[in-house]
C-alpha cells in the first residue's frame, strides 16, 4: 500500500513544475494572440488620430462661424 502511495506522489507534478507550466502555457498564448493585439494597438492609434482631426476640424468651423456671425453683427449695427 505505501509504495503505491508514492509512486501516485512521484506521478504528481510539484508546485514548481506546474508553475512552470503555467508560464509556457501563458507565453503561448500571448505570442499566439501578439499579432492580434498588434493590430488593435494600431487600429486604437488610427482611431484617435482621426478623433483629434475631426475635433480639430469641428473647432475651426466652430471659430469660422463665430467670426463670421460677429462680422455680420457688425455690418448691420
Known amino acids: 500500500m505505501l509504495h503505491l502511495i ?4 512521484r506521478l504528481r507534478p510539484c508546485k514548481q513544475e506546474l508553475r512552470k507550466d503555467k508560464f509556457d502555457l501563458a507565453e503561448s498564448r500571448y505570442k499566439e494572440l501578439k499579432p492580434v493585439l498588434d493590430e488593435l494597438e ?4 488610427e482611431q484617435k488620430a482621426e478623433e483629434e482631426e475631426d ?5 475651426s468651423m466652430k471659430r469660422s462661424n463665430e ?9 448691420f449695427f
Not at 6 to 9: A, C, G, Q, S
Open 6 to 9: 508514492l509512486n501516485v506522489i
Open 67 to 75: 467670426k463670421a456671425k460677429s462680422g455680420a453683427h457688425h455690418l
Open 55 to 59: 475635433a480639430s476640424w469641428m473647432l
Open 42 to 45: 494600431k487600429l486604437e492609434k
